[in-house]
């Protein structure tokens, strides 16, 4: 039999002939490689009409961006080491958010998934990682929260057309549990407010139930933020957990990084806002106004009686010798308030959850509310839709000195 005899089609244009190995053949322009030569695809069938209907359909998914880029065919591993190493380090994202994406894909999605191909990674996959996780005793908010976070580096490998669709968008993550407001109640804030005051920093939860303060926005405030005279301060920067690395050229001894004498910081001291809308001015209560006052005449006896080991680090919030607090330590710090003052087992962010409440309670707008508290979003007003009666009626008969007693 004659094999038809090929003939050579224009730049860019496909191509179908039969070889000589019988079988009929087909190219495909689709792209362009790295190097800047056209990516021409082959497909193969036996006969003309097969590979007619292959090469059409490959000009189809062409045309519709689901060919995937050439070059190098990553492994969710892979793929979720670069993306966070190079596409969203800090500045693309804060440091927090980073720190959040690190903790999913190194704890969960690398152990779990990270040896599959990204173009073979099926929505069942990602399922039944979601289903071991809650088997294994993570909340259904982790789950979802690990399932953001591939779907967020794969639809990064979409754009870059390194796969074709996102299977992530397809599975189903676990719904996280509705996180229920339970606000303190106006006699635990002046009981926890009445023990601080008998300890160092009573100013520091008196931010953080009066203004909602997110903890690392109260721990980032430096005094060029607070105007006592105005009775204003201005919220620019979030202290960040340290975290350290070993710097010493002999071993130390030590186990974390943290211990080591010669230790290096991996990550900065303080990043921006959870948010654009986190950047925010707020006036002060009289009674806060002289509690800062207060505060600050401390922290300058402090610094006369630490002498040369004092640090000028500028913050509002300090350890004996100047240095920012530790987030680590301000948590523990706040559940030996709580012990002290005879108050129930509460989060550190519930008493954020307590200044937003009173805000809606006494009815400020929810615009204003947004701006106090530095949310972005309507739907986190939403939340504090229901709230506890015995905050409801306190707030009813004491609205004049809600935190702090006349």
């Given amino acids: 039999m004659t094999r038809e005899k090929r003939t050579r089609n224009a730049n860019g244009r496909s191509s179908i002939f039969e070889g000589s190995d019988g079988s009929w053949h087909g190219y495909v322009t689709v792209g362009t490689k790295d190097n800047g030569r056209p990516d021409r695809r082959h497909v193969r069938a036996k006969t003309k ?3 007619t209907k292959k090469v059409r359909k490959l000009e189809r998914d062409r045309d519709e961006g689901k060919v995937r880029k ?3 065919t990553w492994t969710v591993e892979q793929w979720l080491r670069h993306w966070l190493d190079t596409i969203v380090a800090p500045p693309a994202i804060t440091e927090n958010a980073h720190i959040a994406y690190d903790v999913a894909v190194r704890v969960h999605l690398i152990p779990g998934i990270g040896a599959h191909r990204i173009d073979r990674l099926e929505p069942e996959h990602l399922e039944r990682l979601y289903r071991k996780m809650v088997a294994a005793g993570a909340k259904p908010g982790r789950a979802h929260q690990v399932h953001r976070t591939i779907r967020a580096a794969l639809n ?3 754009r870059r057309k390194h796969i074709t669709e996102n299977p992530a968008s397809l599975a189903r993550a676990p719904q996280p549990d509705e996180e229920e407001v339970e606000p303190c109640t106006v006699e635990e804030v002046q009981r926890i407010l009445d023990a601080a005051n008998k300890g160092r920093n009573a100013a520091r939860w008196a931010v953080a139930l009066a203004l909602g303060l997110r903890q690392g926005e109260a721990l980032g405030l430096k005094w060029s933020d607070v105007d006592l005279d ?7 920067r979030s202290r960040l957990r340290p975290k350290w690395a070993h710097g010493c050229t002999t071993p130390c001894g ?3 990084g943290g211990h080591c004498p010669d230790r290096v910081a991996l990550r900065p001291e303080t990043a921006k806002t959870k948010s654009r809308a986190g950047r925010r001015g707020m006036g002060l209560p009289d009674p806060l106004v002289e509690l800062l006052r207060l505060h600050r005449k401390h922290q300058d006896e402090e610094r006369a009686a630490a002498c040369d080991l004092w640090e000028d680090t500028g913050y509002v919030f300090t350890t004996p010798t100047g240095q920012p607090l530790n987030p680590r330590t ?3 710090n706040w559940k030996v308030l709580l012990d002290r003052a005879e108050v129930p087992e509460r989060r550190l962010h519930d008493a954020r959850h307590t200044a937003a409440t009173v805000l809606l309670l006494l009815g400020v707008t929810e615009r204003t509310v947004m701006a106090v508290m530095g949310w972005s979003s309507t739907a986190m007003a939403a939340r504090y839709q229901h709230v506890v009666a015995a905050v409801r009626r306190d707030v009813a008969i004491q609205v004049g000195g809600l ?4």
Avoid: C, I, N, S
């Fill in 49 to 51: 009409a097969e590979v």
């Fill in 70 to 72: 050439a070059g190098q």
């Fill in 156 to 158: 990064e490998a979409l």
């Fill in 230 to 236: 105005a009775g204003t301060l201005v919220v620019m």
């Fill in 254 to 256: 030590r186990k974390f």
């Fill in 330 to 332: 301000d948590y523990t």
């Fill in 403 to 406: 935190l702090w007693k006349p």
